[in-house]
């Protein structure tokens, strides 16, 4: 990989996350060349849609397919919003979230928990110092909010990517409520009751589509919880590059929890040879915590999202090796 960077693109992406000492410029010059042509394209189509229909809490096939190709990024707050259901809700409570921050004194343990985190929260982003009283007032409110989650260590990430987005404090805090309660409920409690049943519906998938994936990971000892309970607890957010995450949750907003597993598996598929390749734990260790995430097929936020939605997944089969998982925990 060539990580000097190129005369088109800084080291610095345009959220703010500086790139890594192995990025590879080259790929992803080659990558954008095309890739602007299509966010271009995409822009304009969003302008003629977003003037025929300012609604949009009907997600009916077109809009569907418009989202999948990509939210553009100045729209992404506003459609999130509304394709969510998030706007729809704060409607019905309007004072909430500042209600919420009235509420001093905070929880202490909460509270210190949260401000612990806060450093360790992008440090690679050039702009987020100045955001991290805000993610608190974020977090701090949400916790407040629903007790039986309070604050977990991830939510973070989620909200601070949210935030990133919006630059909306309020925002921010709707769309992540209705990640933790409508998307992933019971991920973020203390018992993370349904990311250890959503595992393992995982591990399930993987032993479907690609068993000898499967039996390699298996005979290699890596635990699936190791591998992808940060996919599934932040939904990506600090794990893929940050255009990618984005375009996985803009299909989130819109079809729910379903996309969590198509991008998991994604990975899996899409690294296939990668992970056979490997002849240890400690090789495929790394694979997972390095190589796979910053590569160029993850990079390729398009090809990614394409190669989510070539793969066989409907929602029935999730529900029924849901119900396999909870009648067989492991």
């Not at 790929?27 to 302008?47: A, C, H, I, P, V």
């Amino acid at each position: 990989m060539d990580a000097t960077p190129s005369s088109k693109f800084s080291d610095v992406d345009e959220y703010g996350f500086k790139r890594g000492d192995h990025f590879d410029y080259n790929n992803y010059s080659k990558f954008m060349d095309g890739y602007l042509k299509t966010l271009t394209r995409r822009r304009m189509k969003w302008e003629a849609i977003l003037q025929q229909n300012t609604d949009l809490t009907q997600v009916d096939a077109k809009l569907k397919r418009y989202i999948r190709k990509g939210i553009p990024g100045p729209y992404r707050p506003d459609v999130w919003m509304k394709i969510s259901g998030a706007a729809a809700a704060q409607r019905r409570s309007p004072d909430l979230f500042r209600n919420l921050l009235r509420n001093e004194p905070f929880d202490k343990e909460i509270s210190d928990s949260i401000s612990i985190d806060l450093p360790r929260t992008f440090p690679d982003n050039i702009h987020f110092d100045t955001k991290k009283q805000r993610l608190y007032n974020i977090l701090i409110a949400y916790a407040h909010h629903n007790r039986d989650v309070g604050y977990c260590q991830g939510l973070n990430y989620i909200a601070g990517l949210l935030l990133i987005v919006t630059d909306d404090e309020e925002k921010s805090f709707w769309l992540l409520k209705h990640i933790v309660e409508n998307i992933v409920p019971q991920y973020h409690s203390h018992n993370m009751a349904n990311l250890l049943r959503d595992l393992a519906v995982f591990r399930d998938l993987v032993i479907r589509r690609i068993p000898a994936v499967n039996r390699h990971v298996d005979n290699l000892g890596l635990p699936y919880p190791v591998i992808a309970s940060k996919w599934f607890i932040c939904i990506f957010a600090e794990v893929l590059p940050v255009e990618t995450v984005l375009r996985i949750w803009d299909c989130v907003f819109a079809e729910g929890y379903k996309i969590v597993f198509r991008a998991a598996l994604a990975m899996f598929v899409t690294h296939k040879n990668a992970i056979l390749g490997c002849d240890d734990i400690a090789a495929l260790a790394n694979l997972f915590r390095d190589t796979m995430i910053q590569d160029n097929i993850v990079t390729d936020c398009h090809g990614f999202v394409e190669a989510m939605f070539s793969l066989r997944l409907k929602r029935s089969e999730l529900e029924s090796l849901r119900k396999v998982a909870v009648l067989n925990p492991a």
